[in-house]
T-cell receptor, first 116, second 114 residues
Framework: DSGVTQTPKHLITATGQRVTLRCSPRSGDLSVYWYQQSLDQGLQFLIQYYNGEERAKGNILERFSAQQFPDLHSELNLSSLELGDSALYFC???????????????FGEGSRLTVL | AQSVTQLGSHVSVSEGALVLLRCNYSSSVPPYLFWYVQYPNQGLQLLLKYTSAATLVKGINGFEAEFKKSETSFHLTKPSAHMSDAAEYFCAVSVRGSARQLTFGSGTQLTVLP
């Protein structure tokens, strides 16, 4: 158990809809990262938050947005969903020492999104 | 920008045989390197990491990897494969001074044959 919790584990929705994925980082971790894993694109970094502030952006579509709340949990919002958005979305967190200095991440079990 | 190339999207070995999963990196500054494992329907779990200390790194489950700067490689090995090692393995790199996000390779699916 990594200590990172993601909900929901599975989500099925239709094209054009909007969903929200939730992540609770390990206790004490200030950084939260979102990754998308799909068969054709592999593991792609989407966005990072540190203590409520956006720190880095990767290959995140404009239809997607994220935020980190004062209690450090994070939400990834996906809107105007397309078939190609079907993927496994991972949240990861890193600590304030050691792991954070080297980039070691602790991953949740992911939220599998299916867009029909 | 840093990148990682994993050679071989699928590797099959017999139980008890040597496991060798290849990873080459590209980075303009000294990297940190990682191997993660993903079992079916699970998240990624850290196997081992290189952070500029010893070049031979030992991880969990009997895996180890050697950082070779001259070859820009960080191959993962295990002397004797076990059925439970069947999973997908990802090599990843981060660099000092960055926002610490990991850049992952495309993954290698390891199959262990009885």
């Amino acid at each position: 158990d990594s200590g990172v919790t993601q909900t929901p584990k599975h989500l099925i929705t239709a094209t054009g809809q909007r969903v929200t994925l939730r992540c609770s980082p390990r206790s004490g971790d200030l950084s939260v990262y979102w990754y998308q894993q799909s068969l054709d694109q592999g593991l792609q970094f989407l966005i990072q938050y540190y203590n409520g502030e956006e720190r880095a952006k990767g290959n995140i579509l404009e239809r997607f947005s994220a935020q980190q709340f004062p209690d450090l949990h994070s939400e990834l919002n996906l809107s105007s969903l397309e078939l190609g958005d079907s993927a496994l979305y991972f949240c990861a967190s890193s600590g304030t020492s050691g792991g954070a200095a080297t980039g070691e991440l602790f991953f949740g079990e992911g939220s599998r999104l299916t867009v029909l | 920008a840093q990148s990682v190339t994993q050679l071989g999207s699928h590797v099959s070995v017999s139980e008890g045989a040597l496991v060798l999963l290849r990873c080459n990196y590209s980075s303009s500054v000294p990297p940190y390197l990682f191997w993660y494992v993903q079992y079916p329907n699970q998240g990624l779990q850290l196997l081992l990491k290189y952070t500029s200390a010893a070049t031979l790194v030992k991880g969990i489950n009997g895996f180890e990897a050697e950082f070779k700067k001259s070859e820009t490689s960080f191959h993962l090995t295990k002397p004797s494969a076990h059925m439970s090692d069947a999973a997908e393995y990802f090599c990843a790199v981060s660099v000092r001074g960055s926002a610490r996000q990991l850049t992952f390779g495309s993954g290698t699916q390891l199959t262990v044959l009885p």
